[in-house]
């Protein structure tokens, strides 16, 4: 039987609205891709203070959206909503959605095919902002400005890339892993992403890391959408006293802790001290 995927856009988005317009030009509002069933959702709202009402039925929610802020460059993302502290953008306090690991993996690798023709970077991002909801979600973005958000070229690469991911987005075909670590776009998670076995769902920024307690921890694991078993630290990316209590907690909860730099240095060949 067929998974229901809502690809939601906010009308108040001109990002979202541009990818959703490039969909429905090559697939309509409503179209199959694998054994995914799957529909355009405007909605009138901005999406980060939604309540989720509006997906009654869908399996999946993947929200086409603007991306904001840092880099100050083009750029292609992907992330889970979600506040580990608290809700400042929409949302509830301490409370995560659902993620959507493999998802989030397949956009920034079909993505990553057609970034650098048209000038753009890939990054994936931590856990942020609202919504929190109970239906398995992945914010796949644009960004970072009205320039961006308004490209035709950008626009389309995200949109064709969305359906492709979707496409060859298969629940179990990677490692699922929640991370730890390091600034908001973390080069090295963006790189776990495009290049080696893990899928990142949850991720922790080294700016909200203070919030993690074991019951955090017990959150991303069990919202991480896919069975997870391995936790992935930016050991530098964070405090000494942040480290040590998240890894603590990790261990105590049976997770398999590595390093970064570890997965980097094993499935890439990458050196211990390469700058990436």
């Known amino acids: 039987m067929s998974k229901r995927l809502a690809l939601a856009y906010s009308k108040r988005d001109p990002a979202g609205s541009g990818m959703a317009h490039e969909i429905k030009d090559m697939m309509g509002e409503e179209f199959n891709l694998s054994d995914k069933r799957c529909e355009l959702i405007e909605v009138d709202r901005e999406i980060l203070y939604i309540n989720g009402s509006q997906f009654e039925g869908f399996d999946y929610l993947a929200v086409l959206s603007r991306h904001s802020g840092t880099p100050n460059h083009p750029i292609f993302t992907a992330h889970v909503s979600g506040n580990f502290g608290r809700a400042r953008y929409g949302g509830d306090h301490f409370k995560l959605s659902i993620a959507i690991p493999s998802l989030m993996k397949e956009y920034l690798i079909s993505v990553s095919k057609r970034a650098e023709e048209i000038g753009y970077w890939v990054g994936f991002e931590p856990t942020h902002h609202g919504p929190t909801l109970d239906i398995p979600t992945a914010f796949l973005e644009i960004g970072c400005d009205d320039t961006a958000w308004r490209d035709e070229r950008g626009l389309r690469a995200a949109a064709e890339s969305v359906l492709e991911a979707v496409e060859s987005w298969e629940e179990g075909k990677f490692v699922a892993a929640i991370a730890f670590g390091g600034p908001h776009i973390n080069d090295h998670f963006t790189r776990v992403e495009l290049s080696t076995k893990f899928a990142i769902g949850h991720a922790v920024r080294k700016l909200d890391a203070e919030w993690v307690d074991e019951e955090m921890v017990k959150q991303a694991i069990s919202r991480n959408g896919e069975p997870t078993k391995v ?32 997965v980097l240095r094993d499935e890439l060949g990458e050196e211990e001290g390469e700058e990436i």
């Open 231 to 262: 936790a992935i630290v930016d050991n530098k990316g964070l405090r000494g006293e942040d480290r040590e209590r998240i890894e603590g907690a990790l261990r105590g909860l049976g997770l398999e802790v590595i390093r970064v730099r570890k």
